[in-house]
């Protein structure tokens, strides 16, 4: 792992050139993600079926559609344990996601008017999960609980090749209906729809350079979340154990090849022992061991402050501080690990938080996914005649203001005068 400190000549350049890589990822795949997305709004079953061939390996046999004898089969065959853990880790999202949801309100700003907002469910969603390296059950809990705490009516979840435990947690929360699909393709079906897959309102969830590619290309037709791209990890600490902050780095850099593993600090000998240590874990985990090559960087800063300054810049996904008190700094970041016992890879499955996170910077305009994703909030306004009376003359002069005398008049004709 690669240590810089930021008193040398390149350093500042070097860390800006890791922050602006992160941004752009997904480019490389975006000509052939256009070319499968317009192939399959076009084409339909047969492109989405050629591509799911050709991609995804998927025999022209195999239903693209998973029964619910299916989903319900592989629960079955499920082991206790992972029964009960994953029991376990939908009970927290689902208890975080409850608090999450936003509410109902009205108030009076002056007599006879009264505003508020209502909190509506998206009718249609589509639930991506990644199934490529590894399969990931987690992820379908971390996109479809919030979309039933919201009360989204139809809940499609896409995922290629999709794992047995994938399919057990897809039973366990009731879900009916799942495609095995995926890369751009099956964004594209979720976006446009084909013949067999009706069209979504909003789709969910990480993948890899392909299906982020190909959410960019639809998002004006079909919204999305965000653009998940490749994982990242920021540890900032002054005094963390190393063993622990190079075993969070690299479980997170094991994810993908293209994921970012940052540490930050002021203290040198720190630093150090956090780059000898990730040379010892990373032998036994390929690709922790790649990516950190890749992109991994100890960043010695020569205050605390430039420490922390630098860490917001990067915007992380994840980040490691040292205790409450580090949170009154911290500007930019999809989610918060406290202290030298929350490892971040409790927050990928059980805390309750959901682990589907902003990358590439953009955890500087947004935090991560939640019940707020899933609804729409609808204002409502109502005017009684004492209301019309008192602002009626104010939004009047305002219409002239303006020119739009229409306004104006809407407005007059209920009987006010200025």
């Known amino acids: 792992m690669k240590m810089i400190s930021t008193i040398r000549r390149g350093a500042k350049a070097r860390i800006a050139e890791l922050i602006a890589r992160r941004s752009n990822t997904y480019e490389r795949a975006m000509p052939a993600a256009r070319r499968i997305v317009e192939g399959v709004r076009e084409g339909g079953d047969v492109a989405l079926r050629r591509y799911a061939a050709q991609l995804d390996h998927l025999s022209p046999q195999i239903p693209l559609h998973i029964t619910r004898h299916e989903l319900t089969t592989a ?26 949801r936003p509410r109902d309100w009205d108030f009076a700003p002056v007599r006879g008017v009264t505003v508020g907002q209502r909190i509506c469910p998206i009718c249609a969603v589509g639930c991506y999960v990644p199934s490529g390296r590894y399969p990931l059950p987690s992820t379908l809990l971390m996109t479809v609980i919030p979309a039933q705490v919201a009360g989204v009516e139809r809940i499609v979840v896409a995922s290629p090749r999709p794992a047995k435990e994938t ?15 995926g890369g751009a393709q099956a964004i594209a079906a979720l976006a446009y729809g084909t013949q067999s897959i009706s069209c979504v309102d909003k789709i969910v969830g990480p993948g890899n350079a392909y299906v982020t590619a190909a959410k960019k290309l639809v998002a004006f037709d079909c919204a999305i979340d965000m653009l998940a791209g490749p994982t990242e990890i920021v540890v900032t600490s002054e005094k963390g154990n190393a063993d622990w902050i190079a075993a969070d780095l690299i479980a997170q850099a094991e994810h993908d090849p293209d994921a970012l593993a940052i540490f930050v600090t002021s203290t040198a000998s720190l630093a150090q022992a956090v780059v000898a240590e990730v040379k010892t874990q990373m032998q036994s985990n390929p690709t922790a061991a790649e990516a950190i090559s890749r992109s991994g960087m100890v960043i010695v800063a020569a205050t605390v402050e430039e420490a922390h300054e630098i860490t917001n810049r990067f915007a992380p996904e994840h980040l490691t501080v040292d205790s409450e008190a580090d949170l009154a700094w911290v500007k930019n970041a999809g989610s918060v690990f406290v202290g030298p016992y929350s490892a971040q890879s409790l927050g990928d499955y059980v805390s309750g ?10 955890a500087r305009v947004r935090g991560g996914l939640s019940v707020m994703d899933f609804v729409k909030v609808i204002t409502v306004q109502e ?19 303006e020119g739009l005398h229409g306004h104006a008049t809407a407005i007059r004709l209920r009987g006010i005068h200025e």
Not at 383 to 401: C, D, F, S, V, W
């Open 353 to 362: 938080p959901n682990h589907t996170l902003p990358t590439g910077g953009l």
């Open 75 to 100: 629960w079955e065959a499920t082991p206790p344990p992972l029964q009960r853990a994953l029991q376990v880790a939908a009970r927290n999202i689902r208890a975080f996601a409850e608090r999450q």
């Open 167 to 181: 399919l057990a947690a897809a039973a366990m929360l009731g879900v009916t209906e799942f495609y095995r699909i």
């Open 383 to 401: 005017y009684k005649p004492e209301g019309l009376r008192q602002l009626g003359p104010a939004a009047i002069a305002l219409a002239e203001a």
